[in-house]
């Protein structure tokens, strides 16, 4: 898949996994508005929630690595929550209608929308994928 299209569907299975943490989880909203303005909110909060993922997290996982593996990963449950939460205030500072309300809705926030992406993902092949798949049928030759 292109890099760009690729992209573009990340950014869309992050936006459909915020609706579902919103639909699902008390504490995390979308502010009362049309259809049309919830996909823009949701996509351009997706957006967000990708670069706060893509720069801050490889630091904290970084300078973290200890407590990744005291916790046997556990604290990454901790760390996607906060992630979610600053993504709410960057948002908010963007004059976008998403709140989460605290650590608790962040913290089973984090975990839907990671639950629900990787779903959605499993129906968007990876470019890794499609590399192994090559190498095993050129393997069978």
Not at 68 to 91: D, H, K, P, Q, R
Not at 97 to 120: E, K, N, S
């Amino acid at each position: 898949m292109i890099g760009g299209v690729r992209i573009l569907f990340k950014i869309g299975i992050t936006a459909v996994a915020l609706w579902v943490a919103t639909v699902l989880i008390d504490g995390i909203a979308l502010g009362d508005q049309s259809t049309g303005r919830r996909i823009l909110t949701l996509v351009a909060v997706a957006v967000i929630f990708g670069l706060v993922n893509a720069v801050i997290k490889p630091i904290i996982k970084t300078l973290g690595c200890a407590f990744y593996v005291v916790t046997l990963g556990l604290i990454g449950l901790v760390v996607n929550a906060l992630l979610l939460w600053l993504t709410s205030e960057l948002a908010e500072s963007f004059d976008l209608p998403f709140h989460v309300t605290g650590f608790w809705p962040a913290f089973w926030g984090a975990i839907v929308v990671g639950i629900v992406g990787w779903l959605l993902h499993l129906f968007v092949p990876d470019d890794d994928d499609k590399d192994k798949d090559r190498d095993r049928r050129r393997e069978r030759r």
